[in-house]
C-alpha cells in the first residue's frame, strides 16, 4: 500500500481526476490518503475509489466545534465532518480519524462527547493522540502564559507513542490519568458496545501501565495482519520495533 503523506490531498478537483486516472493506469496499487473535511466532493471520493484508494484518513480532532475553532484554529463544523464521512462510507472506502485527548481549557466531558462523536461517525480505525503542543506556537504560548503547562515539557514525538501523559495542568482529579487511559483504548472501545457511563469508569483506573500494554498489543496484531497482507511492511517493521523498545 502507498501512503500519500499530504495532510489536505487533493485540493484541486481537476488534478485529482488526472492523477486517478495515471495512478489506476500506471500503478494501480492501493493507497491511502488524508485530507480536510470541506476539500473533499462526492466526485472526488468516486474517483478514489476508482483509482484504488483503500482508506481516507480526516482530522476529527474534537466534538466541540467552540474548541476546534477558538483553540485549535480549525474552522470545519460538524456538517462537514459528517458529509465527509458519509461520502467516505458511501464508496465502501475505509475511513479513519485523527482524534485528539486532554485539549487545554477543556474538561473531561469534551473528551468523551468526542469520543460518542466518534462512534456516530462510524470511523473504522481512530487515531487517537494525547494532545501536546508545539514550543512558539500560539497554543504554546497561550498555555505558558495562563500557567496550564509544566514547566519540564518537552515534546515527545507521536510517531513514537499517542499515549503519554499530558503535559498540561488539569484542574479536575485525575483528568491526566484518564486522558492517558481513554487514548489507550480508544481504538478498543470505540466499536465496542460498551456504554460511555463504563468507559469513564474504566478509564479512571490506575491502570495506566496495563492499558498501555494493551494498546501496545492492539498495534502488534494490527502490524503482523499487515506483515502478512504485504499492505505495508515498512511499518508493519516499525510497530514491532515500537513493541519491542517504547516504553511507559
Same mark, same amino acid.
Given at each position: ?62 466534538? +466541540?466545534? +467552540?474548541? &476546534? ?63 501536546? =503542543?508545539? =514550543?512558539?506556537?500560539?497554543?504554546? +504560548?497561550?498555555?505558558? &502564559? ?59 483506573? =490506575?491502570? +495506566? ?20 497482507? &504485504? ?18
Amino acid at each position: 500500500m502507498i501512503i500519500i503523506e499530504d495532510d489536505i490531498f487533493p485540493v484541486n478537483e481537476k488534478w485529482n481526476e488526472e492523477f486517478c486516472k495515471k495512478f489506476k493506469n500506471e500503478i494501480a496499487v492501493p493507497f491511502l490518503i488524508k485530507s480536510y473535511p470541506g476539500y473533499l466532493k462526492d466526485s472526488t471520493v468516486r474517483a478514489l475509489k476508482e483509482a484504488g484508494c483503500a482508506i481516507i484518513r480526516v482530522g476529527i480532532e474534537a466534538f +466541540n466545534e +467552540n474548541i &476546534r475553532k477558538k483553540v485549535l484554529n480549525r474552522h470545519m463544523t460538524n456538517i462537514d465532518i459528517e458529509e465527509c464521512f458519509q461520502m467516505i462510507h458511501k464508496y465502501g472506502i475505509k475511513a479513519e480519524g485523527f482524534v485528539l485527548s486532554g485539549i487545554p481549557y477543556t474538561y473531561l466531558k469534551d473528551d468523551l462527547d468526542t469520543f460518542e462523536y466518534v462512534r456516530k461517525l462510524n470511523v473504522s480505525s481512530p487515531i487517537a493522540f494525547t494532545y501536546q =503542543p508545539y =514550543p512558539k506556537t500560539p497554543l504554546f +504560548n497561550m498555555s505558558v &502564559r495562563d500557567g496550564l503547562i509544566k514547566q519540564d515539557y518537552k515534546v515527545v514525538p507521536v510517531d513514537l507513542f499517542p499515549s503519554r501523559l499530558s503535559p498540561f495542568i488539569f484542574t479536575e482529579k485525575k483528568r491526566n490519568r484518564m486522558v492517558h487511559n481513554l487514548t489507550c483504548l480508544y481504538p478498543l472501545l470505540v466499536n465496542s458496545k460498551i456504554n460511555t457511563r463504563v468507559v469513564k469508569f474504566i478509564i479512571s483506573l =490506575p491502570l +495506566n501501565w496495563v492499558y498501555f500494554l494493551a494498546l501496545k498489543l492492539f498495534c502488534l496484531k494490527k502490524a503482523s495482519y499487515d506483515a502478512r497482507k &504485504r499492505l505495508n511492511f515498512r511499518m508493519a517493521l516499525f510497530a514491532f520495533y515500537k513493541f519491542i523498545f517504547v516504553t511507559y
